[in-house]
């Protein structure tokens, strides 16, 4: 490339040349040329030269800019300008130099990697919902196996919502259990009071002895007592329910046993209940835990229970709990009042056991560094992963849990401080969670 | 105004029959296109300035497909009016 600026006479001199005229006459045709372009263009906006290209007149809007050096602002008044477009042929020829060179399509991996992305996400979605099938398949196994069936039909979304919905059976069960409430519009009512209050005891067995345990169990016992003499159905159904105590009672029996065997089962036959129960009285600071842990024994047993003995109902866990309840109403007032606590005090220590060998792995969340006021807890490695270029905590976490807000944990079991700052190729242990 | 018109308008200033005037266009052209092939900047005195710039390459995404795609430098023959041009364009636009 030259670089020289040539003038009109260069062009004419060029054109004198090419077609052997007088230079004065070349020159003034090059000038007629462009003031024929201008012409063109102010008659109609247009001038199209074959094989030199187009020139246009086209509107350019007002605009706003600002000075670089003063820094105002200012206006850039409307106006036209002429543009050109070079013909296909003199851009070809133009580029000529540079014409092997073709576009490219750049990257194909990174929009793959991207798809991945997405299809991992619903993947991961899957193998987080799984283990919870798992466990809850295991143990009602080892209860029941009939009920298996309705709980891996179900599918991996809801298996979530229909363990807290048999949280709610499973209250009502206990209310059956412990108190036996009257009609369905107080055993409404009773149910949340008589949750609150169970979960107030099992948070004071946490904390005191076993005595003490059964001191408070009575005190609820006594006050539930009341409301059930309170309610008129009691003593009208008193005669139906005279069954359901020893069912309950073989039924509370059956699973201690079970129980047992799970805690014969596992690693450590050595310890006892009551040993568990120390060790519960030790961690004060895990005792909503164990609570937690408690409620999903409870819902799986009541579950349980529940099907056994209204089979056909179970789907509708409203309508069986309330009619339960009407049967087994008036159990309280009866003599029945004894064996029933007994049972209670039973069942919640071996809720304990329960906690203890049932929950073995999520246990394991003492291992790990937990997050201050997180909704779930991190009880072991999901998986490994590592910190590569294009990824980034909060794909991350949306890739594993669906949710971005998931990086905190991350950032927690790696102990990062600043989510911000990753080192590259940092192997990252992707938690498991498990809700509070 | 296609080439016609304008090998007409062209052919009626110059007083010459179409076909010279076309052939010595085609001329011009050429002799333009050989400036310009060899990078060399036109300067028309009250029309404006056409120069040969190199394009960078660029990654560019295509809008319809989303791909990525590394565009290649190229070199493009560009025009910028001149200031008497640009003057005179505006009064026509206006009047």
């Not at chain 1, 012409?39 to 290209?53: A, S």
């Not at chain 1, 576009?103 to 991945?116: G, K, Q, R, S």
């Not at chain 1, 807290?164 to 209310?175: D, H, N, P, W, Y």
């Not at chain 1, 412990?178 to 009512?189: M, R």
Request: proline share 4%.
């Amino acid at each position: 490339m030259t670089d020289t600026k040539l003038q009109l006479t260069d062009l004419a001199h060029g054109l004198s040349r090419r077609a052997s005229l007088p230079l004065r006459y070349s020159e003034d045709f090059v000038k007629s040329f462009f003031q024929i372009v201008e012409e063109g263009l102010l008659h109609d906006n247009m001038v199209k030269v074959k094989g030199f290209g187009t020139f246009k007149l086209v509107d350019v809007n007002a605009r706003e800019s600002i000075n670089v050096n003063s820094g105002q602002r200012f206006e850039i008044a409307g106006h036209t300008k002429v543009t050109f477009t070079p013909d296909p042929v003199l851009r070809d020829a133009v580029n000529k130099p540079f014409v092997e060179f073709q576009t490219v399509i750049l990257n194909e991996n990174v929009d793959t990697a991207l798809m991945e992305d997405l299809e991992g996400d619903h993947l991961s979605d899957k193998v987080q919902a799984e283990p919870a099938v798992n466990v809850a398949e295991e143990r009602l196994a080892q209860m029941a196996e009939s009920v298996v069936e309705p709980q891996t039909e179900t599918s991996d979304e809801s298996v979530k919502e229909e363990q807290t919905a048999i949280v709610g059976e499973l209250q009502s069960k206990q209310v059956e259990e412990v108190v036996e409430a009257s009609q369905p519009v107080v055993a409404g009512s009773n149910e949340d009071n008589e949750s609150d209050g169970r979960s107030e005891t099992l948070l004071v067995a946490g904390e005191t002895s076993a005595a003490e345990v059964e001191e408070t169990v009575e005190e609820v016992a006594e006050e539930v007592e009341e409301t059930a003499a309170e309610s008129e159905v009691a003593e009208e159904a008193a005669e139906e329910v005279e069954e359901e105590p020893s069912d309950e009672v073989f039924s509370d029996e059956e699973l201690y046993s079970s129980s047992t065997e799970e805690a014969d089962n596992n690693h450590s036959p050595s310890f006892t209940t009551n040993s568990y129960t120390e060790q519960l009285m030790d961690h004060h600071s895990h005792t909503s835990l164990w609570i937690l842990l408690t409620a999903v024994l409870f819902t799986i047993l009541g579950y349980c229970l529940g099907y056994y003995w209204h089979p056909i109902d179970l789907p509708e866990l409203s309508p069986l709990t309330s009619q339960s309840e009407e049967d087994t109403t008036p159990e309280e007032p009866t003599e029945v009042e004894g064996d029933v606590m007994d049972s209670t005090v039973v069942t919640s220590s071996q809720d304990s056991t329960h906690v203890a060998t049932s929950v073995a792995q999520p246990a394991s969340a003492v291992d790990y560094p937990q997050l201050d006021g997180g909704e779930y807890l991190i009880v072991g490695v999901m998986q490994a992963d590592t910190m590569t270029a294009g990824k980034t905590l909060l794909n991350m976490a949306i890739k594993y849990y669906g949710d971005k807000e998931c990086y905190k944990y991350i950032c927690v079991m790696n102990g990062i401080d600043n989510p911000d700052i990753v080192p590259l190729n940092m192997p990252l242990r992707i938690p498991k969670l498990q809700k509070k | 105004m296609n080439n016609k018109d304008f090998i007409t308008k062209l052919a009626q200033k110059e007083g010459l029959t179409m076909r010279d005037t076309q052939m010595l266009v085609n001329h011009l052209v050429a002799e333009l296109t050989s400036t310009f092939e060899d990078g060399n900047i036109l300067s028309i005195d009250g029309f404006g300035q056409f120069e040969v710039k190199k394009r960078l390459e660029r990654v560019a995404i295509s809008p319809s497909t989303g791909q990525k795609m590394l565009v290649p430098p190229k070199l493009v023959l560009g025009f910028k009016q001149s200031a008497s041009l640009k003057e005179r364009v505006q009064k026509g636009g206006n009047s």
